[in-house]
Structure formats: structure tokens, C-alpha cells
């Protein structure tokens, strides 16, 4: 076994030797000999967000390589509201690279992403997934560099009341048992999610906590490794299920609802962004942020308005994205300022010897820390389109390059104080707003399609309908309407529980 896969916690990665990238037809017939698979389950990203599925039996090895080759057939218009019943049949056909042993079933099963294809043998124009695909491709051909990201999935775990150990109303950040009461659940999620083929970061309690009648609503978050833009994407919808499946198992509820009740911490999915050049991070130079950082950061914050049509896609949305909640509502970008809207984190580039100053037997770390540096855009939730918020960051990424005025553009936007102090209402004026409503949300997408319809990325009848679909809503004035009237907040709150 080689040194890249020796520790790798996917099976199938062991057991084949070799990255999943390189998976192939054959190393999955094998697979599923020498390990007694019986079944195959295809999954594949509808119009709600959510994970489908498709199961086989498998009853011969043909019948096997012929699943893996050819796919299977499914209904698209019951799948996606924008295709047309009369031309609805698509093809489902698995990515290799995808593959994992299912978690949970008794019988031994193999899971694989698919993509979707049309009645000619093409690549679905409009399927998320293919945007994605296509939207990284663009900005490959436009700046030679290729875009990293990693998620940060925040949720509520909602159960039965325990008068044990409680922590203190919203202050469960990185609390450990037993003040923490769902510890043991998030660690066998990411066992999982680990064995699925996802690269996870770290998980841990996050700030919300909170008791309403006989109920406990405990937050956590999960967050994962930077890596290809498309491969991400798959790791979140693979992790929201096993989360979900794994709630189910464990008799809990989990959301990630971007709002769960009145004043109280909401859930965002943060994403981190990195820019990489023959395998170098070029976030930073010379122990700075870099000029090619900072335009994708002006690429971001010029369509972040349209750039909600993605990624805050329900009415609730905009109740989390208010000022003073951690959440960001102004456009700009800033330093460890955890309200703005771009932040970028602590790094690593100037020490590396924290550790031998505590531990007096180890030498100053001598390797490169900076590929570790990421910028971190804030305003996605749980309500997301995972494929097309990945696939419109791509893009905005790209933008940034074809700005004439993008470093320009970054500097003004740049904020070094806590905007919502007395003594800076003049600089908070000069900034620029997020929609405050999906009805909003879906206006600045049609004010900004033609940059995601450039270089063939987006089909421009699936904008429209996007922004068509945004706005009926109708809730543009619904957050001042509701605002404190907590019934019909948590109307909504229901409505859209399981959104995501």
C-alpha cells in the first residue's frame, strides 16, 4: 500500500490502492466480488437539494458492468420543475470517482454519484452538477488556475428535554460532553462521512443552544478540507444525508433550517475559497494577501447580491442575514471580522514555531504553511443549491479576473473596524447592501445573469426561471411585516424545516 492511500479511511481506497479519482469500471466489479456487494444504489441531486435514489440488485457480473456502463433511465420533470414533461426522460449514469460503501444498510451496498444525461447522449445543460463542471472549466480557460473549496455545515440537532448538565443559552461553542449532549452522533456522522471519500476538517458544538417548552435544540457544525471545487460539492450532499440518516437512526431530528426560532443563532454553510497554481496555493505572497486573491475576493463581492439566488433560497433565509447575528448584510471584506461578508481568517504565515516554544523538543516547523490560507464567503445557509452556490462562486471567482476595476474595487470595499459602532455610521452608508428577501434576491439575478451565462456556464432560460421562482415568493416586505410577530415567524420556520 502506498503512502497516499495507507491512511485513507474510504475502503475502497485501501483496498484498490489507488485514489478515488482513478476508479474505473473494472476496480468497482472487483470490488464488489471480493467484498460480497449485493447491491448498487445510484444517487443523484433533484430540484430540492436533496440526494435521490435509485436501487439495483445486482444478479450477475454482466448485470453489474451493465449498471456501471450504460446507467439507468428516470423521470427529469419529476425531478426538476423547469423540465418539460413531454421531453422529461433522462439518463442517470454513475461517476466512479464517487463510490462508497453505503453506512448503513445490512445488506452489503455501493453508493455512486451520477450525472445526468439527455435523450441525445449529452451532459444535461441545465443539471447543476454539469454547471458546476462547466463553470470550473471557464474559469480554468480564464485564469490558468484551478478553484478549491471546502464547506462548513451547520446544524441543529432538536430532541426531548434533559435537565442534566445544561449549558448556558447560546453558549455552546466547542462545549464537550456532557454539556454538549449529541457529541457521539457528530463523530459517528463524520466516521461515515470520512469512509464515503469525504475530507473533513474538525467538528465540534457551535454557539446555539437554546430550550423552548419540553424541547433542546443543540448546534453543531461539521467542516471539511479545501479541495476541487466539483468534489466538494459531492462530499456536502453526501455528508447532509448521512447526517439526516444518521439522526433518523439515533431518534433525533436534525436541521439545517437557516433560521430555527426568534433571536436565537441561525445555521449558515459558510464556504472557504482557495486559488491554486501547479499545486501552490496563490491566496498569499510574501507573507501577505496576494493581488490574485483579492481580485476574486472583488469577483465575489461584486455578484454577492445574485449570488443569494443560490445560496439563500427560502424566505427564512433573510431572517438569519440581519445585522448584529454574526451574519453579514453589508458588502465588504475584511480581516478575522466575523461581519463582513468576505473574511479572511487567521493564517499561518508568520510563525511557525508555536509549537517548539511549548514543546522544547521539537525543531521549528520547516514546511509551507501558507497553502493553509483560505478566504471565507459567509452568506450561504442550509436552503442552498449546493452544485449551482459552488458553480456561481466559481464564476464570480472568474469575474473578479475580468474586472477591469478589481483591485480597485477591493480596496474600497476593505474594512478594518466593526461597521455597526456609532462612531463608523459614515463608512457602514458607503457600503453596499444584500438583498433582504428572496423576491430581492431573485431581482439582482436578473440585474447580473448575463456573467453567469457568459462562456456557455449557465443557460439563460434557467436564470429566469430561477429568479422567476425567487420571486414568487412574494416576501419582499415580509421580514418587516413578521418581524415581531414570533407566530407567524415560526410558521414559516416549519414550512421550511427541511429545506436543503
Known amino acids: 500500500m502506498n503512502e497516499k492511500t495507507a491512511m485513507n479511511p474510504n475502503p475502497l481506497v485501501q483496498y484498490l490502492n489507488k485514489p478515488a479519482r482513478d476508479f474505473t469500471r473494472d476496480d468497482l466489479v472487483k470490488y464488489c466480488e471480493d467484498h460480497n456487494i449485493e447491491m448498487i444504489n445510484f ?16 444478479n450477475s457480473k454482466k448485470h453489474l458492468e451493465e449498471i456501471l456502463t450504460n446507467g439507468e433511465r428516470v ?13 422529461s426522460d433522462l439518463y442517470v449514469v454513475p461517476r466512479y470517482k464517487t463510490a462508497f460503501v453505503n453506512p448503513f444498510n445490512e445488506i452489503p451496498t455501493l453508493d455512486i454519484l451520477c450525472s445526468y444525461f439527455n435523450k441525445d447522449g449529452h ?9 458546476l463542471k462547466k463553470a470550473h472549466q471557464s474559469f480554468r480557460d480564464v485564469t490558468g488556475m484551478t478553484f478549491e ?39 459517528d456522522a ?20 437554546f430550550r423552548m417548552d419540553e424541547t433542546e ?19 456536502l450532499m453526501v455528508a447532509k444525508w448521512i447526517l439526516r440518516t444518521m439522526a433518523y437512526r439515533y431518534g433525533v431530528t436534525i436541521s439545517f433550517a437557516p433560521k430555527i426560532t426568534v433571536g436565537k443563532a441561525g445555521s449558515g454553510m459558510h464556504v472557504h475559497t482557495r486559488l491554486m ?59 478575522r471580522n466575523r461581519s463582513v461578508l468576505v473574511r479572511v481568517p487567521l493564517g499561518w504565515s508568520l510563525s511557525n514555531d508555536m509549537v517548539s516554544q511549548i514543546n522544547p523538543h521539537e525543531k521549528p516547523y520547516e514546511g509551507d504553511l501558507t497553502d493553509r490560507q483560505t478566504v471565507e464567503f459567509r452568506c450561504p445557509d442550509g436552503s442552498a443549491d449546493i452544485y449551482l452556490l459552488m458553480a456561481g462562486l466559481t464564476v464570480a471567482a472568474r469575474h473578479g479576473f475580468e474586472m477591469k476595476d478589481a483591485l480597485e474595487f477591493a480596496r474600497k470595499t476593505y474594512v478594518d473596524v466593526n461597521i455597526f459602532h456609532e462612531e463608523n455610521k459614515a463608512r457602514l452608508a458607503e457600503l453596499s447592501q444584500l438583498p433582504t428577501s428572496c423576491y430581492e434576491s431573485g431581482e439582482c439575478l436578473e440585474k447580473q445573469k448575463a456573467i453567469y451565462a457568459q462562456h456557455g456556464v449557465f443557460p439563460e432560460r434557467m436564470l429566469e ?10 416576501d419582499k416586505d415580509l421580514r418587516a411585516e413578521i418581524s415581531n410577530n414570533e407566530e407567524e415567524i415560526m410558521k414559516l420556520v416549519q414550512k421550511y424545516f427541511h429545506c436543503g
Open 217 to 235: 435544540y443543540e448546534q453543531n457544525e461539521i467542516e471539511f478540507l479545501p479541495t476541487n471545487v466539483e468534489d466538494a460539492a459531492d462530499q
Open 123 to 131: 451532459q444535461l445543460e441545465s443539471a447543476p452538477e454539469y454547471i
Open 465 to 474: 426561471w430561477i429568479a422567476s421562482y425567487l420571486k414568487s415568493f412574494n
Open 75 to 87: 423521470d427529469g420533470s419529476s425531478l426538476f420543475s423547469f423540465v418539460e414533461a413531454g421531453s
Open 190 to 209: 463524520m466516521h461515515a462521512i470520512a469512509q464515503s471519500g469525504g475530507l473533513i476538517k474538525y467538528g465540534h458544538s457551535e454557539v446555539g443552544n
Open 277 to 335: 497554481k501547479n499545486g501552490k496555493n496563490v491566496m498569499i505572497e510574501n507573507g501577505r494577501l496576494s493581488d490574485t486573491a483579492k481580485k476574486a475576493i472583488a469577483g465575489y463581492l461584486d455578484l454577492a447580491p445574485s449570488l443569494t439566488a443560490f445560496g439563500n433560497i427560502n424566505p427564512t433565509s433573510y431572517f438569519r442575514l440581519v445585522p448584529h447575528q454574526e451574519a453579514p448584510t453589508n458588502i465588504c471584506w475584511g480581516d
Open 149 to 187: 473549496t471546502m464547506g462548513e455545515l451547520e446544524y441543529y440537532v432538536i430532541f426531548p428535554r434533559e435537565h442534566q448538565f445544561q449549558a448556558a443559552d447560546q453558549k455552546g461553542y466547542h462545549e464537550s460532553m456532557p454539556f454538549t449532549k449529541w457529541e457521539q452522533l457528530r463523530i
Open 43 to 58: 444517487r443523484y441531486v433533484g430540484w430540492d437539494g436533496r440526494l435521490k435514489t435509485l436501487n439495483f440488485i445486482i
